[in-house]
């Protein structure tokens, strides 16, 4: 049986959880179903309103680039834009997200 990637948030109080992830999932998702305080996802996927931010900060590099419509949602975000921001909800997980670490600002 294939292994689900392990994703680890950081809690905007600091603290560590570790999620397992379907790879039929994207990140949103993943935060909703385990309870991930700070995602709120009002839009539910649809890109349109940039409350699912989080910042990736391992594998940053690795994931897919952000396209055009979500870099410009990222200019909307509560939380400071940081180099590895990303709208959750963009993010499909696969097998490069195993073991990523993934931070919730404390304002979406
Ligand atoms: S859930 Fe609204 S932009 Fe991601």
């Known amino acids: 049986m ?8 950081i809690l905007p109080d ?20 385990n309870s991930i305080p700070g995602i709120i996802a009002e ?10 931010h989080v910042i990736i900060e391992d594998p940053a590099g690795a994931l897919d680039p952000v396209s ?15 180099p590895g921001s990303r709208l959750s909800c963009q993010i499909m997980v696969d097998a490069r997200l195993d073991g990523a670490t993934v931070r919730v600002p404390a304002a979406t």
């Open 2 to 9: 294939k292994k689900m990637p392990s994703i680890d948030f």
């Open 14 to 33: 600091g603290r560590r959880r570790s999620c397992a992830a379907a790879e039929t999932m994207n990140l949103m998702e993943v935060a909703l179903k």
């Open 43 to 52: 839009c539910n996927g649809s890109a349109a309103c940039a409350t699912c």
């Open 68 to 82: 055009d419509h979500e870099n410009d949602m990222l200019d909307f975000t509560a939380a400071p834009r940081e």
